[in-house]
């Protein structure tokens, strides 16, 4: 008897991801997981009072706050956005790949059910 499998793959890049990690959230992620104290305080100070603007050709924007985002480029930005993705997986019955704002969702397919 012969059975054909065929893996499925679902390719997920979260546009702009580390921008859009909402600094609330990512400070009650880091209390659950136990990081309280300096570490905790650190890491909100980074986060907080935070402005951009954008300038073109010396003209250039109003500053406005940032209450989303991960430091950028920084060693810190993308271990803030991994410890906010990582329980992106819970609930999913598939094997999961995540490398940044970049996830992988593979499947064997065995059945028309699958």
Same mark, same amino acid.
């Given at each position: 008897?012969? +059975?054909?499998?065929?893996?499925? +793959?679902?390719?997920?890049?979260?546009?702009?991801?580390?921008?859009?990690?909402?600094?609330?959230?990512?400070?009650?992620?880091?209390?659950?997981?136990? +990081?309280?104290?300096?570490?905790?305080?650190? $890491?909100?100070?980074?986060? /907080?009072?935070?402005? /951009?603007?954008?300038?073109?050709?010396?003209?250039?924007? /109003?500053?406005?706050e940032m209450?989303?985002?991960?430091?950028?480029?920084?060693?810190?930005?993308?271990?803030?956005?991994?410890?906010? +993705?990582?329980?992106?997986?819970?609930?999913?019955?598939?094997?999961?790949?995540?490398?940044?704002?970049? $996830?992988?969702?593979?499947?064997?397919?065995?059945?028309?059910?699958?």
């Amino acid at each position: 008897m012969w +059975i054909r499998v065929i893996q499925s +793959i679902l390719c997920m890049d979260f546009q702009k991801a580390f921008d859009k990690v909402p600094h609330h959230r990512l400070l009650r992620k880091l209390r659950n997981h136990g +990081i309280r104290g300096k570490v905790l305080s650190w $890491t909100s100070n980074c986060l /907080q009072d935070r402005k /951009q603007r954008v300038g073109i050709n010396s003209k250039f924007s /109003q500053w406005s706050e940032m209450n989303s985002g991960v430091p950028q480029p920084s060693v810190l930005g993308p271990v803030l956005f991994n410890i906010f +993705i990582n329980d992106l997986e819970k609930g999913v019955n598939n094997e999961v790949s995540q490398f940044a704002d970049d $996830t992988k969702l593979f499947k064997i397919v065995k059945s028309k059910a699958d």
